[in-house]
């Protein structure tokens, strides 16, 4: 009898026991179903559950809207320094992931940073930290955070995309096998058609790939909102390493305790020659060795340059004696110290004999600094470039012989410091007064009088930018002229003087 109540009253305990396990198994399935979804969204939204992202269901924050934000206040070490003010995180749903590989020399590839970064901005996509050129003529292996502050990149521009240094795990690892679609996108394409045409390939492919990135979005017509964005990148986010920074105000620092300097940005460089087919005041070996290279090298398309003909249209950088001729005849001290931004000079002393007599005071980087301070820099041209590009910024006076890349986007960056002085040369013009000059046609005084004359207006002051429509090549570069960026009562102002 006894044993027949034990086991009554045991019987609604084991049925407890087993309700209590039931549910139990029950939630742990419901768990881990959860975490395995949870899972799967970090590595299509981007890894954002699993790594403190906020949900991309979010509503969007005024778009692009970079001024009355709350600032977030982050603190980057344990020591004095001071915290560093980022800008809340924008939170949007991601619609898939930018890669890009650019193309080019420190300069090129720059603008088409800021040009990556606007076009994901404004495909809400995520953007993976770009790849630099490492087949170029230049050869340098430097990856995106040799040359640039890349946390700094990330986390001051997260009001208005997500950037990642990598892809999501999954992702990578399709990327890896090869499974990704890659393209060159459309050059000086508008917004729309990133909108319209790439946004749903990312969509489909989950991952799109750039393989190139030069111009390939529009100067003109574009959202003000996007203009500004590149600006910002350019101006603000793309901040050179600490090392590289610290070495630029070395040289700024030994220059100015001699007083006010000119960078002199003397684009004679074998490379330059070779792909514009340049040759004046060369000899034969030298004609025979640049045109060899101009042959060797695939990518520069055009191999048959009449260097005459270049010359007389402007379209070759300055001789180095050009130069000394130009510098004089705009009355340039003879003790100005001059600082040239360049890498080696075709013809080396030889050729720069002529500007060394003109201006005693000629430096470089290599002849400020001792060998140990450029011993990391060595073989790494746009390491060495981005140092050119800092002390260019700081001069008191800027004169591009060439209005390639670097001298474009330092002109455009000089603008937006308060339109410091750049002399931005009219080679057409200066070639045909240095052959009359050097012919016996002009003396030195009409010629003198004419080069000032001719730049008189051409000095890096307030100008609107010129647009040829459907000419997107020969009208002004946006990062020569960001007028959408620059002070409004500066603009206004010069526009009014040149109307009275």
């Known amino acids: 009898m006894a044993k027949r109540d034990i086991a009554a009253a045991a019987a609604p305990s084991g049925s407890r026991r087993m309700r209590m396990w039931m549910l139990r198994a029950t939630t742990s399935v419901l768990l881990w179903t959860c975490i395995v979804q949870l899972t799967a969204l970090g590595e299509t939204w981007g890894p954002r559950v699993l790594k403190g992202w906020p949900s991309c269901n979010h509503r969007d924050r005024s778009p692009l809207a970079t001024g009355a934000k709350e600032a977030v206040r982050v603190k980057v070490s344990s020591g004095d320094h001071p915290r560093r003010v980022f800008p809340p995180k924008r939170v949007y749903k991601n619609n898939g992931y930018l890669m890009v590989s650019c193309n080019g020399g420190l300069n090129q590839m720059r603008a088409a940073i800021c040009d990556m970064v606007a076009i994901a901005r404004f495909m809400n996509v995520t953007l993976i930290v770009p790849e630099l050129d490492k087949t170029s003529f230049w050869a340098d292996p430097s990856e995106f955070h040799d040359i640039f502050d890349v946390d700094h990149f990330i986390t001051s521009l997260r009001d208005e995309v997500r950037i990642l240094k990598e892809l999501p795990p999954r992702l990578k690892s399709r990327v890896e096998w090869g499974r990704i679609y890659s393209m060159a996108p459309t050059s000086w394409s508008d917004i729309s058609y990133y909108r319209h045409q790439i946004l749903p390939l990312i969509r489909k492919h989950k991952v799109v790939h750039f393989n190139r990135t030069d111009a390939r979005l529009a100067n003109n017509k574009q959202p003000l909102q996007l203009q500004r964005l590149r600006c910002r990148v350019n101006f603000s986010a793309l901040k050179f390493t600490p090392q590289i920074e610290e070495l630029g105000r070395k040289v700024v620092k030994l220059l100015r305790r001699a007083g006010p300097f000119l960078v002199l940005h003397l684009r004679y460089e074998m490379d330059m020659l070779a792909f514009s087919g ?88 290599e002849t400020l600094l001792e060998s140990s301070d450029l011993k990391a820099f060595q073989n790494h041209s746009s390491q060495m470039a981005a140092l050119d590009y800092l002390v260019s910024l700081e001069s008191d006076v800027f004169v591009p012989t060439y209005d390639g890349n670097m001298a474009k986007v330092v002109e455009g960056h000089r603008r937006f410091l308060g339109f410091k002085k750049t002399i931005l040369l009219d080679r057409r013009l200066l070639v045909e007064l240095i052959d009359q000059f050097s012919s016996g046609n002009l003396s030195w005084e009409e010629f003198s009088s004419a080069v000032k004359e001719v730049h008189a207006f051409r000095v890096g002051n307030p100008t609107r930018r010129l647009v040829i429509p459907d000419r997107p090549k020969e009208e002004e570069y946006f990062y020569a002229n960001p007028q959408e960026c620059l002070r409004s009562s500066a603009m206004h102002n010069w526009l009014l003087v040149g109307r009275s």
């Open 278 to 365: 340049c040759t004046h005041g060369c000899n034969d070996d030298e004609v025979e060795e640049l045109t060899r290279m101009r042959y060797d090298y695939e990518q520069w398309k055009v191999k048959n340059i009449d260097s005459d003909e270049q010359r007389i249209e402007g379209l070759c950088p300055l001789t180095p004696e050009e130069t000394a001729l130009t510098l004089k005849a705009l009355d340039i001290d003879r003790n100005m110290q001059i600082y040239v931004a360049a890498g080696e000079i075709y013809g080396g002393e030889r050729r720069m004999a002529t500007l060394a007599r003109s201006y005693p005071k000629l430096f470089k980087k």
